[in-house]
């Protein structure tokens, strides 16, 4: 049987969400980068298009539309990898709490 300490405990936790949550983000936030800048590029296109009047009236429909559709997959594919993180999270903090408990009962501890 061990003894943990609640600071050992805590700084376990904080060390598995930082891993997670640090790796996690970074793809998150490289995604969202590349993302953003293809609708704001795209947008600068439908923009310069009507402005020049290479894109008329029914052609502005289509695009704004594939816009928003673009604009729409973006933002549900970011609730997703979020949903992802979450759960990575999640299941991290319990395997560290399994394993405090493990230690402090002296047993193999499993979830239930």
Known sequence: MSTIRRDELLRALRNAA???LGDDLNR???FARA???ALAQQALYIGAGVADGSI???MRG???DALREMTRSFVNTLIGLAEIAVERL???LLDVLWQAL???AGVRWQPP
């Open 102 to 104: 493990g230690a402090i």
């Open 90 to 92: 999640y299941n991290a």
């Open 35 to 37: 993302q953003l800048d």
């Open 62 to 64: 289509y695009f704004l």
């Open 18 to 20: 930082r891993a997670v």
């Open 28 to 30: 998150m936030r490289g």
């Open 56 to 58: 008329d009236e029914p």
